[in-house]
């Protein structure tokens, strides 16, 4: 079976070449000031230019103001919408674009009850809980409390690297993985050759399925 791959958090254009290059599906952009992997309209309206045919560009977003996605939506051509914050289904399903909703995992059901909730998205990403941050946290969480039912595609996130994909891929079987810190030199700069290596071990792993 297949794993798709979304790169999350570019913010220079060479890192979107590499990405790409190296066989990703999706290029995630962050809409989110506190975040060190943030980018203005402008700055994602150019690295917007560099992403090809049938690679999906995503806009994450937390907690926006609704203003605020309708007018990135005018100026940047996003395919996808990442909704990473406490958003309503309502909230999510009003852009007229499609969407997934991050779920921080903490506790058994939460994923289950995601599902129900949050049925009209294009796919659940799980990602781990922390206090403090929304994510991109570099952190793993429990992948035992993902369900073995899953009535949309799911996205596992969460401090995937080259040196847990594999097994990431081989225990949960998700829809896709989404990385951000895991193949990054510093915050919203990614490094080539740990880029490449994640991508050769999903291809990898794929392969001998
Ligand atoms: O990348 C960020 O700074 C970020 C900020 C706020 C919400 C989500 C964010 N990133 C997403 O977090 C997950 C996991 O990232 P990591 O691989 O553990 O670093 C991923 O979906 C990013 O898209």
């Not at 943030?38 to 690295?47: D, M, P």
């Not at 399903?93 to 129900?116: L, M, P, T």
Request: aromatic share 8%; net charge negative; proline share 6%.
């Amino acid at each position: 079976m297949t794993t798709r791959v979304k790169v999350c958090g570019l913010t220079r254009p060479e890192d979107i070449d590499v990405a790409v290059r190296c066989g990703a599906d999706a290029i995630g952009l962050v809409f989110y000031e506190p975040s060190p992997r943030s980018v203005t309209v402008e700055h994602a309206r150019a690295l917007a230019n560099r992403i090809p045919a049938f690679v999906t560009l995503t806009g994450l977003f937390v907690n926006p103001d609704v203003r605020f996605v309708e007018s990135v939506l005018d100026q940047v051509p996003l395919d996808l919408l990442q909704f990473h914050g406490d958003e309503s289904p309502d909230v999510c399903d009003s852009f007229g674009r499609r969407w997934i909703k991050a779920v921080r995992v903490r506790e058994e059901g939460q994923i289950e009850n995601a599902f129900d909730d949050y049925r009209k998205a294009s796919g659940l990403l799980v990602d781990a809980w922390d206090p403090n941050r929304y994510g991109g946290t570099g952190q793993s969480f429990n992948w035992a409390l993902i369900p073995e039912h899953r009535p949309l595609p799911l996205i596992l996130a969460g401090g995937l690297s080259s040196a847990n994909v594999a097994r990431a891929i081989e225990e949960v079987r998700p829809w896709a993985v989404d990385v951000s810190g895991g193949v990054e030199q510093s915050k919203g700069k990614k490094d080539a050759t740990k880029l490449s290596d994640f991508m050769k071990e999903v291809h990898r792993v794929c392969k001998t399925d």
